[in-house]
Nanobody, 121 residues
Framework: QVQLVESGGGLVQPGGSLRLSCAVSGSSFSIRNMGWYRQAPGKQRELAAV???????NYADSVKGRFTISRDNVKNTVYLQMNSLKPEDTATYYCNADLLIIPYRDYNTYWGQGTQVTVSS
């Protein structure tokens, strides 16, 4: 059984920084893309950032230049460094990962439980 466990959310003032982590654990698997999504109250879940297995990254326009996604393939962990946070960044942040569970053949998307980020003075 595979789990994605997030950590690092919290309350921060505008202009501050937070670092989110998401670790994949469980039985034998292979990881392809990993990403961070966010969902504000009353809004749809949206992509914040994604990183491929080779390290190629892509960001939503709203976070470009402020957020940095990275991954540690040894630790099976993806990170989201968030700087210059704004009140509009307030949301529940979810990590996801495309996983191939051995011995199955297909990749499927798995989600973490979400971590709250609140940007407020």
């Amino acid at each position: 059984q595979v789990q994605l466990v997030e950590s690092g959310g919290g309350l921060v003032q505008p202009g501050g920084s937070l670092r989110l982590s998401c670790a994949v654990s469980g039985s034998s698997f292979s990881i392809r893309n990993m990403g961070w999504y966010r969902q504000a109250p009353g809004k749809q879940r949206e992509l914040a950032a994604v990183i491929t297995s080779s390290g190629t990254t892509n960001y939503a326009d709203s976070v470009k230049g402020r957020f940095t996604i990275s991954r540690d393939n040894v630790k099976n962990t993806v990170y989201l460094q968030m700087n210059s946070l704004k009140p509009e960044d307030t949301a529940t942040y979810y990590c996801n990962a495309d996983l191939l569970i051995i011995p199955y053949r297909d990749y499927n998307t798995y989600w973490g439980q979400g971590t709250q980020v609140t940007v407020s003075s």
